[in-house]
């Protein structure tokens, strides 16, 4: 429902010419926009934690994965305008991305804390402390390339950031899959046949949709400004 509110309300608010209609159009894109990285932040910590969907860890990965997206959100909005809208979207970026590596460090300090699934071992492990320091310096030098007028740089940052929550999340779930049964990779893994075949298969799709989003994103390249899209 997040994801429909997210998706629809672009297209009802330019159905009506009315302020009312569209401060709640614009409500629900933030509702649903916000709503949707929260539950799905809320299902991977109840995952990787083995805990219930709601729960301390699990809020807590979902109020991160909201500054992630915010922060994220923020820095391209930035590389793509000028003037004030960028000069605001670098102080809103900045915050959220204060608040996504406070929020990560309060993560791990609860989970630790509480030992849900057994975790508290792999947090001191070398991979786990070597994926948290280079958030910590995504996120500085990001903040640092935002405030420099750098903004593509600084969306660079916020994807490494991406990568990075991926690596830690593979490094708190590995060898395990599904922590509360205690499956592992290895009971659930398919054949390598299947494997090879979904790899050739899904291969030609997979260099369509890369050569879709160059070409869409060659054909809005540059800021937007008062004309419509610039080079």
């Not at 929550?165 to 499956?183: E, F, K």
């Not at 050739?200 to 879709?212: D, Q, R, T």
Request: aromatic share 10%.
């Amino acid at each position: 429902m997040a994801l429909l509110m997210r998706g629809v309300a672009p297209e009802l608010r330019e159905q009506r010419d009315d302020s009312e209609w569209h401060r709640r159009c614009d409500q629900l894109f933030v509702f649903g926009s916000t709503v949707t990285p929260l539950l799905l932040g809320m299902l991977v910590g109840s995952w990787i934690f083995g805990t219930a969907a709601v729960s301390l860890p699990s809020l807590l990965t979902g109020v991160g994965l909201v500054a992630l997206c915010l922060t994220s959100g923020a820095a391209f909005i930035a590389a793509k305008t000028s003037g004030p809208l960028s000069a605001d979207m670098v102080r809103y970026g900045t915050a959220s991305t204060a608040a996504y590596l406070a929020g990560v460090v309060v993560l791990l300090a609860v989970v630790y804390w509480l030992d849900p699934a057994n975790v508290r071992a792999l947090l001191v492990t070398l991979p786990a402390v070597a994926v948290v320091l280079a958030s910590v310096v995504f996120g500085v030098g990001g903040v640092v390339a935002a405030r420099q007028g750098r903004h593509k740089l600084w969306f660079g940052t916020t994807v490494g950031l991406s990568f990075l929550l991926v690596g830690l999340v593979a490094t708190l779930l590995y060898p395990t899959i599904y922590p509360v049964s205690g499956l592992t990779i290895d009971a659930v893994v398919v054949s390598p046949l299947a494997l090879n075949l979904t790899t050739i298969l899904g291969l030609p799709v997979l260099l369509l949709v890369l050569w879709y989003f160059k070409f869409l994103y060659g054909t809005f390249a540059g800021p937007v400004d008062g004309e419509g899209y610039g080079t």
